[in-house]
């Protein structure tokens, strides 16, 4: 074996912010006045990946 990479990749995990609602960026309407309005949309989905690479 001539390497070995491990790596991890995450999207989308952590958001902070006073906004009580699922995440102040969902909006289905581009008008200024309803942004950070979610009107229940769902935010972006999460995600992790992991994987290796190796080479001999």
Do not use: A, C, H, T
Not at 23 to 40: A, C, I, T
């Amino acid at each position: 074996m001539k390497g070995l990479r491990l790596y991890v990749q995450g999207d989308n995990l952590l958001l902070f912010s006073k906004y009580s609602g699922w995440d102040p960026e969902v909006s289905k309407n581009m008008d200024p006045q309803y942004f950070g309005v979610d009107l229940y949309g769902v935010p972006p989905s999460r995600s992790v990946n992991f994987g290796i690479n190796l080479s001999f």
